[in-house]
């Protein structure tokens, strides 16, 4: 059931679980959008808006800043109705570290478990051990560091934190440059200066070595946390981000439907200013947004995690 | 037509990985999104991804059309996965308003292997590939339900045809883009030869 990255099969017997079969399944989701939604019948709109996925969670994150308290995973219930309502790709959130939760997740058949920082974490220390699940895992990130760690823990995807919630872009444009300048930085080092790299990054160096050989992650890279507008998501896109989370963004917007097709569309074209801007046009009231100014230090989830 | 120009449908999905497939084949790969660019190449790859969401972005942006007149007109095309849906003449159970490019004359199962936890990899034959078993890698793939008395089955498991050819038309409900393995592109680049 566990893999690495090295594994391949042995026999002729087919093998579930790989790293493969885990990385792979992100690679069909690139230059696609994931949605948050929160009923069966939001999925309905977002798999009709063409989301390459959905994020089947109780509270969006706008909500949970709101309500406060202990945010947890969903009531299994929640989660079977909306794998019931949509044929593509289920997401589901566990608290970070709670890998019963997990466990859960992956015995309700989700396609993804997002480890996420939305919720309020169930361990200081440790991430979940994602190697030891058949399900494969996608974790936030804030620096290249950090996404090596979680890749190390066997994170099959990765995706800016950004602040979730807020409908503000500014954390997830800076989170992505973070990741992409670490990537950039490798590649003009030579063997003896990726130790120390290593080092520096608290990544194991193997991992280190494959990103400055390739110029990239090793797993795909989204970007998450306050994209709201078609420009928003062609914005990540121009960064580098492979695709796109979109969680409050859409369905706490004034017409739900149109904006999410808007944002798909813009995620497609991103490159193309006149398809973003015809994207762009008519789609009634954004959400509303925080300014990041006003947030207290404890109502920042990017912070959770490390 | 030595280095033949291969598009690749970049609407959605693992485009990146077939234009690197197709260029270690000997083609000359380029991103397709346009009419105007599906106008410039002599094949297409429809890549693995979201086959609603292709479909539904093909219609959007009026590329359904001229993607089946140019498989009208005899294009050389590969599907995979999602690809493999979108050549299909008919999906078994569509999402309302899933509409296909088309071509080869079966019926899809679309997730016919079940969910993610249920996606494997799997060493196979696959007729008219030389050198051995291709490494299978399937991932909430489809199969095919049954096929028209043109269409050749080139690799099956469980029964179930997982590789198959229609005259220019190929599709397979694996992703061999994904294991560096290059022999179908391969077969695919010759396919395209053939035809200019």
Not at chain 2, 49 to 54: D, V
Request: glycine share 12%; aromatic share 4%.
């Amino acid at each position: 059931m566990s893999s690495t990255p090295s594994s391949a099969p042995q026999s002729s017997a087919p093998e579930t679980g790989t790293a493969r079969v885990k990385r792979g399944m992100a690679e069909q989701l690139k230059g696609g959008v994931i949605m948050d939604v929160v009923t069966p019948e939001q999925a309905k709109i977002a798999e009709d808006a063409g989301a390459v996925a959905v994020m089947a969670l109780e509270r969006v994150p706008a909500d949970i800043r709101k309500d406060g308290g202990v945010a947890r995973m969903s009531d299994p219930d929640m989660i079977e109705g909306i794998i019931e309502a949509v044929s593509i790709p289920v997401m589901a959130k566990s608290r970070i570290g709670h890998f019963v939760e997990a466990q859960i997740l992956q015995a309700l058949g989700v396609d993804y478990v997002d480890e996420s920082e939305v919720l309020t974490p169930a361990d200081e220390v440790n991430h979940s051990d994602k190697w030891a699940f058949t399900t494969p895992f996608v974790c936030g990130a804030t620096n290249l560091g950090e996404a090596l760690r979680r890749i190390a823990e066997g994170a099959a995807m990765i995706r800016s934190k950004g602040e979730a919630g807020t409908g503000n872009v500014v954390e997830a444009v800076r989170h992505l440059r973070q990741i992409k300048n670490g990537i950039g930085a490798l590649r003009g080092l030579d063997n003896h200066e990726l130790y120390a790299a290593a080092k520096e990054l608290r990544a194991p160096y193997e991992l280190v070595a494959e990103v400055a050989r390739l110029g990239k992650l090793p797993v795909v890279l989204f970007s998450a946390g306050g994209v709201a507008t078609p420009a928003d998501a062609a914005l990540m896109r121009q960064l580098g981000a492979e695709g796109v989370f979109v969680g409050s963004g859409i369905f706490k917007s004034g017409d739900p439907a149109k904006r999410a097709s808007a944002i798909v569309k813009a995620t497609t074209f991103y490159d193309d200013p006149k398809v973003v801007a015809d994207a762009s046009r008519n789609l009634g009231e954004a959400m509303v947004g925080i300014n990041l100014d006003t947030l207290d230090d404890s109502e920042r989830y990017a912070g959770r995690g490390w | 037509m030595d280095t033949p120009a291969i598009g690749v449908l970049a609407l959605q999905g693992d485009v990146r990985e077939h234009l690197a497939a197709l260029a270690a084949a000997g083609a000359s790969a380029v991103p397709v999104r346009r009419p105007a660019e599906l106008a410039e190449v002599s094949g297409l790859v429809i890549p693995g991804g979201e086959s609603t969401t292709m479909s539904k972005l093909a219609v959007a942006f009026g590329l359904l059309e001229p993607l089946r007149e140019r498989v009208r007109a005899g294009m050389p095309a590969y599907g995979s996965c999602a690809g493999m849906i979108m050549l299909a003449d008919k999906i078994l159970d569509p999402r309302s308003g899933q509409e296909t490019v088309g071509g080869i004359d079966m019926i899809v199962r679309r997730n016919a292997f079940g969910r993610q936890n249920e996606s494997f990899e799997v060493p196979l034959e696959v007729a008219g590939v030389p050198g051995g078993p291709v490494h299978g890698v399937f991932i909430r793939a489809p199969w095919v339900e049954s096929t028209g008395a043109g269409v050749e089955r080139l690799a099956e498991v469980g029964g179930h045809p997982v590789a198959v050819r229609q005259g220019p038309l190929l599709a397979t409900s694996f992703h061999p883009e994904l294991t560096g393995d290059h022999r179908v592109h391969a077969l695919f680049a010759d396919m395209v030869r053939r035809a200019g």
